[in-house]
């Protein structure tokens, strides 16, 4: 079995303005109009600020995400946002969980993640959890070690039920691999560990993990961006800087798309 679809977005991080991802949008939304329609799921994820903005805009079918969300839903909690607030805004696909970042600068813990996803899944997202190891668990050759603990943690408790809805997606980035100074992966390293992951994957969730795409992320630009779709157990890229002006974004997933329909959809589960 294999899943029927591309998926491919960006995450804005700390940059653009509300005006600025408005823009951004709309004329995202218009250059890949025509792709509405084929078997891609494209979305965006900007910042807390920009999102209403971002829900005005009309936007073909792509998916808007929060990058980071509280798990409770009101408390004594400064500085944090609560899956209520996301709701109510009204324009709310996704939620990612655990991107490097977050974990590395601002020390959030794979059990904070889980406490995320499950709060997520129950407020009707879908979690987008993020995992990688760094340079030094590499070193060291632990890194399905750490992928490993991340996954397991991070969904713990999350149902097969959840799963089969194809509500949990997961983006593997490699934390070395990331940003401007990030070192773009060996594509068979990065098959590798698609393939533990779809295999631990296999092991939690019987029969379901075909529900589960697998995403991978880093330093994904026009050069490297066929090699990454092309490996079998990667279903979809999540893109930073060279997605964040709608060109970019938009002939980068062209040519994503037309290798991802070459190897015949995403891989076997
Ligand atoms: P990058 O960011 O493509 O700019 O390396 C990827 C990410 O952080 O998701």
Known sequence: MKLPRLFFGTNLKMY?????????????????????????????IPSFPSLPAAGAVERNGIRLGAQNMHWENAGQYTGEVSPLMLRDLGCIDLVEIG??????LFGETSQQCNQKVLSALANGFTALLCVGETAAEKYYSISD????????VGLADVSPAEIAAGRVWIAYEPVWAIGVNGKPAP?????ERH??????LRELYPGQ????????????????????????????LFVGRAAWNAPAF????????????????????
């Open 16 to 44: 653009q303005t509300a005006s600025e991802t408005a823009a951004f949008l709309g004329e995202l939304a218009q250059l890949t109009a025509d792709l509405r329609e084929e078997p891609i799921i494209r979305f965006v």
């Open 145 to 152: 070690e750490t992928l490993a603990i991340q996954l397991k």
């Open 187 to 191: 594509p068979a390293y990065v098959q």
């Open 209 to 236: 993990c075909c529900s589960v795409p697998l995403l991978y992320g880093g330093s994904v630009n026009s050069e490297n961006a066929s090699a990454y779709i092309g490996l079998e157990d990667v279903d979809g």
């Open 250 to 269: 938009d002939a980068l997933l062209r040519q994503v798309y037309a290798v991802w329909k070459e190897k015949g959809g995403s891989g076997p589960c």
């Open 99 to 104: 991107h490097s970042e977050r974990r590395q």
């Open 195 to 200: 393939q533990r992951l779809r295999l631990l």
